[in-house]
């Protein structure tokens, strides 16, 4: 499939009415922070949003489905003037590799990495581990309530280490 580029955040596109999360990459979130090289506190997810933008916001694109995500979205490999634009993300140092789903832009992000482009220029948490810190935070202020039954000898608690049971 094919169409015009509308940049929703560093990972994920709007390919005309399609929502496509690039395969392979991991941006950080929008609302995510970065240390710089000096170990300021700066907008690093508005930033990478703001240079995908740039770079890509009405350019058209080709894209090749790879699979549905959890979420429904389109998940795939988009090129623009024959260019592999999440390698171009990487290699620029404005998102990791996503190991977790694939080994394609492993080699890329090493080279951005040790060349100290973009947001390896300072230091950043994984977007991976921002997103999994952000939802303990939300359990951690709301636990889970669970109505206790008399009968059950095992009990338990859920915090955001895990889950304890006690007998």
Not at 60 to 68: P, V
Not at 136 to 155: E, G, R, T, W, Y
């Amino acid at each position: 499939f094919s169409g015009t580029i509308q940049v929703v955040d560093g990972d994920t596109l709007h390919v005309d009415d399609i929502t496509v999360r690039i395969h392979g990459i991991d941006a950080p979130e929008t609302d995510q922070t970065c240390n710089d090289a000096q170990g300021r506190n700066w907008l690093c997810g508005v930033f990478v949003t703001e240079e995908i933008s740039q770079r890509f916001e009405g350019e058209i694109a080709t894209c090749d489905l790879i699979e549905l995500d959890q979420y429904g979205r389109t998940v795939a490999k988009c090129f623009v003037d024959g260019r592999d634009v999440g390698e171009q993300i990487v290699e620029d140092g404005l998102a990791h590799a996503y190991r977790q789903y694939s080994m394609d832009y492993d080699l890329v992000e090493k080279s951005a990495q040790v060349l100290g482009l973009g947001l390896w220029a300072g230091t950043m948490q994984s977007p991976a581990a921002f997103r999994a810190d952000q939802r303990a935070a939300v359990l951690d202020a709301n636990p889970p309530s669970m109505p206790a039954d008399a009968n059950c000898f095992i009990k338990g608690n859920i915090s955001g280490s895990g889950q304890i049971y006690h007998m």
